[in-house]
């Protein structure tokens, strides 16, 4: 979430939840996603 608001950069992000930096990117992705209601949810 943080990321999507520009609060924090994908790579804060990956360090804080010890991730690579490219995994964060895809949760932000999919996020923005489900906002606009590309991805329906189950």
């Given at each position: 979430m943080d990321a999507i608001?520009?609060?924090k950069t994908?790579?804060?992000i990956a360090?804080?939840?010890g991730?690579?930096?490219t995994?964060?990117?895809h949760?932000?992705?999919i996020?923005?996603?489900r906002r606009r209601k590309y991805?329906?949810?189950s």
């Open positions: 608001r520009d609060i994908v790579t804060e360090q804080e939840f991730v690579h930096p995994q964060a990117g949760w932000t992705t996020h923005r996603m991805i329906v949810y």
